[in-house]
């Protein structure tokens, strides 16, 4: 029996990137000027920096780009002076609503604690029993200890388990491991891999998702 559901933040329930696009420019105006090099390449040095820690501890965290090229931003103010550029996917609150009468809803993500602000600032961290970041376990999906984390705070068992999320390492691969329930949103369509979990296009479609999870225990 299902007892919990626990989503990812970014490219799951919301984006930040319209809030991105606005910032970057600045970003790269004030790198230009410290390096004393063109826009261009200034973004292309700032990007590279970012890629090159893709998936570590640190890639999630824009604070920790900023301090390496000594920039005097944090993230966390910029979500508070622009809430509205941190978006809800179509039918997020719903779902959240219809979900939150009959589960324990969480949250676990690799980004830092100001995650919570983005939750504060679409108004739907109400939703949410439990919340987890990387800060509070000192690392990030897919390693079992951010899972167990959110899984002991709830008080549920990983077999009564789901996690949502869009990325299919990360956030599903990582919870089958433990003996959760996958539901990757899968928005792009990719190549459907032999791994057990449901796909789905788009957050709305997790209701569905939901009720042939729940079939298929009655079975």
Known sequence: MVKGIFFDIDGTLLTEWPLIMTILPQVYRDISKKLNVPIYKAREIFLQEIEKRRGTYEWH????????FELPYRFEDFIEKYPHKIELYPGTIELLEDLSKRYVLGIITSGPKYQRKKLEVTGIIEYFDVIITRDDVKTVKPDPKIFIAALEKARIKPREAVMVGDNLEQD??????LGMKGIWINRNGETNFNVPYLNVRS????????EVLENEEDI
């Open 172 to 177: 599903i691969l990582g919870a089958i491991a």
């Open 203 to 210: 957050i709305s479609e997790v209701r569905k998702a939901m």
């Open 61 to 68: 965290d824009w604070n920790f780009f900023f301090k390496m």
